[in-house]
């Protein structure tokens, strides 16, 4: 028997389906197109199979949720909403298509970015972290995966799927992620705050930098040992091409303490473009 979640729809809203982009554990993503402007759109919703059970109620919410947080954020590195729709009790958010491929892919094809590149790459990413901040949104969840490299070279972070409000008095961790890039108080489910997604950044800047994962592992116990335990060995010494200054910075943007971090995400970009133009870094912790 075909069940409902095996079925693709042809059309959501006024929108018509193109075809699917990809299918999660609790979401979907198809390809769509707005009839009414002939624009190319991305929809992401929830499986329909799942809207009955309570778990499928929680993946509504949370997906309204996330239209909410971000969406009047406008930023060159920071997917565009364009609308939330609920359609027979089916919650669907239409984003800008993004043409091009997610990091996560590229650093599994094994493409290497050189160094300039990957500093340039996280700069961006920092001013889309900048950006959010201000506006008094974390991420939570900055990872490769999260994080797609389009076609004409831009980069920018997608998935506000964990997102929340700084401060807000529901605050919660969550390791339904990969480990591998969570801070290590998100991983100890403690109160959260921007400081937890600069460590994120950091460990994408380190696996660009030295082609390898700044806390490897398959299980998410030894995972979780690394990052709250273990130092990265310093990327130079893994690749010895890259500036000296490189590791000082990493050394302090995963700190495993908080407040031995850069403290905003400019403190953070200012240092690795003081990198970039071979000035002495200066690495300013600024409380
Ligand atoms: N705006 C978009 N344009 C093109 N593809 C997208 C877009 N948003 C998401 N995708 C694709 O769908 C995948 C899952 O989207 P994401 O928002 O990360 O959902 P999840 O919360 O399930 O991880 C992405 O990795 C990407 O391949
Ligand atoms: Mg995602």
């Given at each position: 028997?075909?069940?409902?979640s095996?079925?693709?729809?042809t ?5 018509q389906?193109i075809k ?24 992401k919703t ?5 809207l009955?059970?309570e778990?499928?109620?929680r993946?509504v919410s949370?997906?309204?949720y996330e239209a ?5 954020f406008?930023?060159p590195?920071?997917?565009t909403?364009?609308?939330?729709h609920?359609e ?5 958010i239409?984003?800008e ?15 290497s970015f050189?160094?300039?590149?990957s500093?340039d ?12 901040h ?8 900055l ?5 797609m490299?389009l ?10 799927g ?5 401060n807000?008095?529901d605050i919660?961790s969550?390791i339904?992620g990969?480990?591998?890039y969570m ?21 994408v800047?380190?696996?660009?930098l030295?082609g390898?994962?700044a806390?490897?592992?398959k299980?998410?116990p030894g995972i979780?040992?690394r990052?709250?335990n273990?130092s990265?060995?310093p990327p130079s010494?893994l690749?010895?091409h ?7 910075v990493?050394r302090?943007a ?16 200012s240092?690795l473009q ?8 200066g ?5």
């Amino acid at each position: 028997m075909v069940t409902v979640s095996t079925m693709e729809p042809t059309q959501l809203g006024r929108y018509q389906i193109i075809k699917r982009l990809y299918q999660g554990a609790s979401g979907l993503v198809y390809e769509g197109l707005d009839p009414e402007s002939h624009r190319r759109v991305a929809i992401k919703t929830v499986d329909p199979g799942r809207l009955a059970e309570e778990s499928g109620q929680r993946l509504v919410s949370r997906l309204r949720y996330e239209a909410r947080l971000f969406g009047s954020f406008s930023h060159p590195n920071i997917v565009t909403l364009y609308d939330y729709h609920e359609e027979e009790g089916r919650p669907f958010i239409v984003l800008e298509l993004l043409q091009g491929e997610t990091l996560k892919k590229c650093l599994e094809r094994g493409l290497s970015f050189g160094w300039r590149a990957s500093v340039d790459l996280i700069i961006r990413m920092l001013d889309a972290v900048s950006y959010m901040h201000t506006r008094g949104v974390m991420h939570l969840d900055l990872k490769p995966a999260n994080m797609m490299l389009l076609d004409d070279d831009q980069v920018k972070v997608t998935d506000f799927g964990i997102a929340q409000r700084i401060n807000a008095p529901d605050i919660w961790s969550s390791i339904t992620g990969t480990p591998g890039y969570m801070s290590p108080e998100q991983l100890m489910g403690h109160r959260l705050d921007p400081r937890s997604d600069l460590f994120s950044v950091a460990v994408v800047l380190y696996e660009l930098l030295t082609g390898v994962q700044a806390f490897p592992g398959k299980q998410v116990p030894g995972i979780m040992q690394r990052v709250l335990n273990l130092s990265p060995q310093p990327p130079s010494q893994l690749q010895p091409h890259l500036p000296t200054a490189l590791d000082a910075v990493l050394r302090v943007a995963l700190a495993k303490q908080p407040a031995d971090r850069f403290q905003d995400a400019n403190l953070f970009r200012s240092a690795l473009q003081q990198v970039v133009e071979g000035q002495p870094v200066g690495v300013v912790v600024t409380h």
